[in-house]
């Protein structure tokens, strides 16, 4: 809900800057980081702010980051594409496309090296199942033993490109089978079924069984980004839609009688409140001085 | 009769490093005996010498460094003979020489 | 010893100073590790890490697949984690593969997090044509010159490729090393006691006063033997040998400008955007339009070919013609 309120306001702002948004993925990012533990480091493409909130950043500092201020992750020069918070566990965005899968591999390598019982995520979308990086780096990881698991955000569209006109296999996890992984294939809209694919496969991973191939599969409610054109039609859009995780889950909890619409409510204000205290934060927050652009660069 | 070992012509070397003489001087050496292994850049040469001889002077230690073509140490027929006093004079021992 | 070398310093090849650098540091800094191709048991194409998978084990001198693109980002993935790795890579030609990992999130990881993190990773790589053909030939680290936040350095010795190696190892962010496979076969004193070389210092191989040659890597030995020929002439040429490409020493150039009001720059690479271009324009800006030429190699692909790859490439007659082009037409 954090992360529908907050990219929803933030899609409303004139200043939006280049978003891309996780509106209908928002499953994926809270039921994977629901299973990840302090030592662990997640790592994703651009499609970050959900999986930035999920891991437990700041709002406040997060949307500070986006509009470009100096109180910001990333002192305001990272912005949504390079979100970094290593010390929260969120070792950080990269806008590359597959670009950080390697660097994943890297992070895992060196929790293996260390010891410390760390699993290290990389998180990607259909988009980069194609890049060759994910290809060297599966053999690698494989082959070492990583403590990496490999985590297919599968929205089925890489800006305009259905997944099943670019990508051969059957499953896109069926790639994790062929390098000996345990691998699986789950639906991205239930929240719960998320998160208990991804304890599954992050406790596997943690007990030194090598890597894991999570995909999930999910349905994106809006375009790729705040710049990019929809391609679906009203009529299919209003279909997608329909299958909203929040409500799913809304409902889930509703019938099972451990949420009452009154706390379902009190939910909403509550998100209403965080979002519209990280807006002032980053409203009231200054810009970088311009002597900043030389700052951090060796 | 003198005669000098050399360090051999081999391709894309320079300079050596003389890693280890397989004998002392006085030591006699039959034809097909390793007399000497070289360090090149990147591999070693065995320097086998192709006709027997004496070994009479050492030039370059172990460690020291040489140039292609340049001389190694002596070897004559008999040990009775008197060491020559120039050495430009002084033909080459026949050697073959094999790089591992 | 052969009596020759000075006081303090021993004569090993330059593959010899490489390991040694590496031993040295490695043994102080357990954070250090190789990867690459052939570089465990086998000791690396050029036997540069002899010896260092036996003393400290796979875990800390990893063979890897080909895979150059996964490699380097596994590395810099590391050391943004806490560790210094040394990533090898054969060829030079072949560092293009990992241009993404390395340009795109290694050298700009301190800036785009906003200090949070930052990738000491060393990747190690032999330049340069020696008969393999077109795409085992290239010098192209004048390309790597203008990443902001990437390091470039390049020895021509070994007493430097050992200083410059221990230096780049205590770098806080990336640095690609450059060597060249026509320095493996020399060999050259290097200092006994443990020393480090300052990153971003040139060094004056020979002082002069007519020209001042800038060059680095294989090149300064050309350029020492052009200068030698130029000396029967009558010309006094002075060689700097930058060592380090980025960042670029320009107040010893300039410094040495300022005497001798010519400048030759001599790079195996292009000279199209090459380093020599750059150290010009640099000079430039500070002396004002002073005489100036480069020589690099030819604008072809270096052919294999035992004619073609040496009518590509600057030797020192080339040089040495430049050289008195360059004097003659200047007006003194």
């Known amino acids: 809900m954090l992360i529908r309120g907050f990219e929803t306001a933030l899609a409303r702002r004139p200043d939006h800057g280049f978003q891309l948004l996780s509106s209908g993925e928002e499953a994926v990012a809270v039921g994977l980081c629901a ?47 390079h979100l970094a918070d290593p010390a929260a566990g969120f070792f950080g965005a990269h806008a590359v496309v597959g670009g950080n899968i390697s660097i994943a591999a890297g992070v895992a390598l060196s929790m293996q090296m260390s010891g410390t019982n760390g699993v290290a995520v990389i998180l990607f979308g259909d988009g980069a199942f194609g890049a060759g990086a994910l290809h060297e780096v599966l053999n690698i990881a494989a082959s070492w033993r990583l403590p990496l698991l490999f ?123 965080a979002v519209a205290a990280a807006l002032a934060f980053a409203d009231e927050s200054g810009y970088p001085d311009p002597d900043e652009v030389l700052v951090d660069v060796w | 009769m003198f005669y000098k070992i050399s360090v051999p012509p081999v391709a894309d070397v320079e300079e050596i490093r003389v890693l280890e003489w397989h004998g002392d001087v006085g030591h006699r050496f039959n034809a097909g005996d390793l007399v000497v292994e070289l360090e090149t850049h990147k591999a070693i040469i065995e320097v086998r010498a192709g006709q027997p001889g004496v070994l009479r002077k050492i030039l370059s230690d172990a460690g020291n460094w040489q140039q292609i073509g340049l001389p190694l140490g002596l070897m004559s027929d008999e040990e009775s003979e008197a060491l020559p006093d120039a050495a430009e004079s002084i033909v080459d021992l026949a050697v073959d020489f094999e790089i591992n | 010893m052969s ?21 040295e540091a490695m043994r102080e800094d357990p954070r250090i590790f190789v990867m690459g191709q052939d570089v465990g048991a086998f ?28 490699m380097v980002g596994i590395g810099v993935g590391a050391a943004a984690a806490g560790y210094r790795p040394l990533v090898s890579i054969t060829y030079m030609d072949f560092m293009m593969l990992g241009f993404d990992p390395l340009i795109n999130y290694g050298a700009k990881l301190r800036y785009k997090t906003g200090g949070q993190l930052t990738a000491p990773v060393v990747v190690k790589t032999t330049a340069g044509a020696k008969g393999q053909g077109v795409a085992h ?8 010159m203008s990443v902001p936040g990437l390091r470039v350095v390049a020895p021509s010795t070994a007493a430097d490729a050992y200083g410059l190696l221990k230096a780049a190892l205590r770098e806080d962010g990336p640095v690609v090393f450059v060597d060249h496979k026509r320095l493996f076969p020399i060999a050259g004193a290097v200092p006994l006691a443990e020393t480090t070389l300052p990153i971003g210092r040139a060094a004056i191989c020979r002082s002069g006063t007519d020209l001042t040659i800038t060059t680095h890597s294989y090149m300064t030995r050309v350029a020492m033997e052009a200068a030698s020929l130029l000396q029967s002439e009558g010309l006094s040429v002075e060689v700097i040998d930058l060592r380090t490409l980025a960042p670029l020493d320009i107040e010893t150039i300039v410094s040495s400008v300022k005497t001798t009001g010519a400048l030759l720059t001599l790079e195996e690479g292009q000279v199209t955007c090459g380093v020599g271009v ?14 100036a030429a480069r020589v690099g190699a030819l604008p072809a692909p270096i052919s ?29």
């Open chain 1, 35 to 81: 299973a990840l533990r302090d030592q662990d480091q997640l790592l994703t493409g651009g499609r970050s702010i959900g999986p930035a909130l999920a891991r437990g950043l700041d709002p406040k500092r997060v949307m500070a980051e986006l509009l470009g201020k100096i109180s910001g992750t990333n002192r305001g020069k990272g912005g949504r594409g």
């Open chain 1, 151 to 273: 985590v297919c955000n599968n929205n089925q569209l890489s800006v305009s490109t259905p997944r099943s006109t670019a990508l051969a296999p059957k499953n896109l996890s069926d790639i994790g089978l062929a390098f000996g992984m345990p691998s699986w294939t789950v639906d991205g809209m239930d929240v719960e079924m998320v998160a208990s694919a991804a304890q599954r496969a992050v406790e596997g991973v943690r007990a030194g069984n090598g890597p894991g191939f999570l995909e999930f599969v999910s349905w994106r409610f809006a375009s790729h980004s705040t710049t990019a054109r929809e391609t679906r039609s009203r009529a299919e859009l209003e279909e997608i839609r329909g299958r909203c995780p929040i409500a799913r889950q809304a409902e889930a909890l509703m019938a099972a009688g451990l949420m009452d619409e009154r706390e379902h409510v009190s939910l909403k204000h509550e998100v209403a409140d």
């Open chain 3, 3 to 23: 009596g020759s070398e000075p006081l303090g310093t021993e004569k090993i090849y330059f593959r010899e100073a490489i390991a040694r650098a590496m031993r």
């Open chain 3, 43 to 70: 000791g690396g194409s050029y036997r540069e890490f002899d010896g260092l998978f036996a003393e400290f084990g796979a875990a800390r001198v990893r063979d890897m697949p080909v895979a150059e693109a996964a």
């Open chain 3, 137 to 144: 030939s290239q010098c192209i680290e004048a390309w790597l």
């Open chain 3, 278 to 291: 750059e150290v010009i324009a640099r000079v430039h800006e500070r002396l004002g339009l002073i005489p």
């Open chain 3, 304 to 332: 294999s070919n035992p004619v073609l790859e040496p009518a590509c490439l600057p030797d020192a007659s080339r040089v040495v013609v430049a050289a008195r082009n360059l004097l003659k037409n200047r007006i003194c």
